[in-house]
Nanobody, 124 residues
Framework: QVRLEESGGGLVQTGGSLRLSCVAS????????MGWFRQVPGKEREFVAA????????RYADSVRGRFTVTRDNGKNTGYLQMNSLKPEDTAVYSC?????????????????WGQGTQVTVSS
């Protein structure tokens, strides 16, 4: 099992930026793909971005492509989600997830381990 803890959420104005971090502990993080998802109360969890174990392949939702960047530092067991040009519709709880695979999953049910989430609020 990989334990995941997100940080970096907060309140930001439209057009602002935030960087989320996801620190992993437990099972070797390097063997895991990492995904970022978000959820608004009353709605289904939504895929945001994902990155493979080596940091060489990424996937993005159409709604964030060009604004968000997913990266990782395996030496620090940490993944990142840089969010720029934020919009009010980006407001959600953001969670990171991990799965031991060489692929880059983009659906939540493919991931094994999840963090608790961090709130991101974008004011208009």
């Amino acid at each position: 099992q990989v334990r995941l803890e997100e940080s970096g959420g907060g309140l930001v104005q439209t057009g602002g930026s935030l960087r989320l971090s996801c620190v992993a502990s437990g099972r070797s993080f390097i063997s895991n793909a990492m995904g970022w998802f978000r959820q608004v109360p009353g709605k289904e969890r939504e895929f945001v971005a994902a990155i493979n174990w080596a940091g060489t392949e990424t996937r993005y939702a159409d709604s964030v492509r060009g604004r968000f960047t997913v990266t990782r530092d395996n030496g620090k067991n940490t993944g990142y989600l840089q969010m720029n040009s934020l919009k009010p519709e980006d407001t959600a709880v953001y969670s990171c997830a991990a799965k031991p695979t060489i692929l880059v999953p983009t659906v939540d049910w493919e991931y094994n381990d999840w963090g608790q989430g961090t709130q991101v609020t974008v004011s208009s």
